[in-house]
């Protein structure tokens, strides 16, 4: 991260305050799990995402790996009602498929992007202020409030941002924004993170507290990682899903991953250069 501002160096992952985030009974998430059956993405006739089966269980870390345009990022699309998708997906009971977007969260499913979505504007404070649903009005957002609901302290702390508090988002360096919209997925109790390349932007030592932190999430919660970082993945990775020309290629663990011979030509191979003749912009669309 940047450090050529004092006021916006990296704070550290607080693992105490993040215990306080994540205090919930054990009950509760235990019945949590997404079930993907045969979804499919398509765009003016060119197949995204063609017949994806996927389950993820709580405390199983899942990372989702393939080239450009393997359809990592539209199967998250689809999941949180950004593209229209046909086949089935639940989460802890509840159809995701054909909801709008606000359904979707309410149903506890949260998201970040590759681009940290964040409001820019206004304060670190003030976005897991709104992202805890605190009930407040638009003026009183903008004014200075006196007290702080715990669980948002808490995430202050959790994601290693309470010395910058009052600064606005904006001025954030990129992986400061992606530990803040962690942040705002944990304090809006999302029970189920889809996470876009979370790391991307950070030093070696702050991937390495984030991977700690996805894995302490992980352990309560449903989590899917989209990554391109292998040594990220190798790291902290419980298991694994290859996609590979919007397809299930291989599924298992890293060890597994690494050895099997059709992931090693996709990465390695021909294999690797995608769809082939498909237009950059394309293959950008549907990674």
Do not use: C
């Not at 393939?66 to 593209?83: R, W, Y």
């Not at 029970?191 to 302490?216: F, H, I, N, Y």
């Not at 970082?229 to 419980?238: K, N, V, Y």
Request: charge should be negative.
């Amino acid at each position: 991260m940047s450090d050529t501002t004092p006021a916006v160096e990296a704070g550290r992952l607080d693992t105490e305050a993040l215990e306080q985030v994540l205090a919930a009974p054990a009950a509760r998430f235990r019945h949590d799990y997404l079930e993907v059956r045969g979804l499919r993405v398509e765009f003016d006739g060119f197949v995204a995402v063609d017949g994806v089966d996927l389950t993820v269980t709580q405390g199983d870390l899942r990372f989702l790996i393939g080239p450009n345009g393997a359809g990592k990022t539209t199967v998250v699309d689809a999941l949180t009602g950004l593209v229209a998708a046909a086949g089935s997906a639940q989460f802890g009971g509840v159809d995701l498929l054909g909801r709008p977007s606000h359904r979707i969260a309410r149903s506890g499913v949260g998201r970040t992007f590759q681009t940290a979505s964040v409001f820019d504007e206004l304060t670190v404070l003030q976005n897991l202020d709104i992202a805890a649903g605190a009930r407040r009005g638009p003026l009183t957002l903008l004014r200075r409030r006196r007290s702080v609901p715990p669980e948002v302290e808490a995430a202050l702390e959790t994601v290693g941002l309470a010395h910058v508090r009052d600064l606005p988002a904006g001025v954030l360096a990129h992986g400061q924004k992606q530990w803040l919209e962690i942040g705002m997925l944990l304090v809006q109790d999302a029970r189920l993170l889809l996470l876009d390349e979370p790391v991307a932007g950070m030093s070696q030592a702050e991937r390495e507290e984030t991977g700690l932190l996805l894995q302490r999430i992980g352990e309560q919660r449903t989590v899917v990682v989209v990554e391109h970082d292998m040594e990220f993945l190798r790291a902290f990775a419980s298991s694994v899903t290859v996609l590979h020309q919007g397809k299930v290629l291989a599924e298992g663990t890293v060890a597994q991953v690494q050895a099997d011979p059709r992931v090693v030509e996709v990465y390695l191979g021909t294999g690797a250069h995608g769809r082939g003749s498909r237009t950059a912009a394309t293959s950008t669309e549907v990674e």
